[in-house]
């Protein structure tokens, strides 16, 4: 569970942006274009080759970001998946990860109006894109939710959380124009984040993923009495 959670978030990451790509292959910008502006505006212009910056910056967030975001993702995932599936989990494991990302995503909804992740001049605004952010939070509630219950532990659920943010932005190096942020190339846009969708769909649909084992209960059951 450890190792699922400290690489796979970054994997279906750069999945979904290279399905992205696939796509709507005439917002990807081979050329670097936008990083090389930034290099020349810090005076970096042909010292740096733009390759060694993306894959450095992949390479740290695939290994380092789940050690150096487990702090400041450890408080939104105690409140997540430390608190809140463990007083559904009664439910059954399904509905309990269901309902948390369902109310995940509803409390991203202000920022969301306020134009966070998606802006606001994308297709359907303001409306669709606060239902795209419930539909990212889903899936990654089930991905959590079932790393939590298989580890007995809230910690996995931190690191994948961890991975997840250093990683969201590394498909904006590649894309030049304006690509509709409903869609992507970030995890958040639907196409950004169709491996993550898939995961939480193959983890839903899987009979005993999400069924929490006796260890589990007696944990939910203590957290449940001092609640």
């Known amino acids: 569970c450890y190792l699922a959670a400290w690489f796979l978030p970054g994997l279906l990451t750069i999945l979904g942006a290279?399905?992205?790509?696939?796509?709507?292959?005439?917002?990807?910008?081979?050329?670097?274009?936008?990083?090389?502006?930034l290099l020349a505006a810090s005076?970096?212009?042909?010292?740096?080759?733009?390759?060694?910056?993306?894959?450095?910056q992949a390479l740290q967030a695939l290994i380092i970001s789940p050690i150096l975001n487990a702090i400041p993702?450890?408080?939104?995932?105690?409140?997540?998946?430390?608190?809140?599936q463990p007083k559904l989990m009664p439910l059954g494991g399904r509905k309990a990860v269901i309902l948390t990302g369902l109310i995940w995503g509803v409390w991203h909804w202000p920022v969301i109006f306020m134009g966070y992740n998606y802006g606001k001049d994308y297709f359907g605004a303001p409306f669709l894109g606060p239902l795209v952010m419930v539909w990212f939070t889903l899936a990654l509630s089930v991905i959590f939710g079932w790393l939590s219950i298989k580890a007995h532990s809230l910690w996995p659920a931190v690191i994948a959380h961890g991975a997840l943010n250093g990683i969201a932005s590394l498909g904006l190096f590649f894309v030049k124009g304006s690509p509709d942020s409903l869609l992507g190339p970030a995890p958040v846009g639907i196409v950004g984040g169709i491996g993550l969708t898939i995961t939480a769909a193959l983890i839903l649909l899987h009979p005993t993923a999400l069924?929490?084992?006796?260890?589990?209960?007696?944990t939910i059951i203590r957290t449940l009495d001092q609640g």
């Open 73 to 84: 993702t450890f408080g939104e995932e105690f409140g997540w998946r430390g608190y809140l």
């Open 43 to 56: 005076g970096q212009t042909g010292k740096i080759n733009p390759w060694i910056i993306v894959v450095t």
């Open 211 to 218: 069924k929490p084992s006796s260890q589990s209960k007696k």
């Open 18 to 37: 290279i399905l992205f790509f696939v796509q709507f292959p005439n917002y990807f910008d081979k050329s670097f274009s936008a990083l090389k502006d």
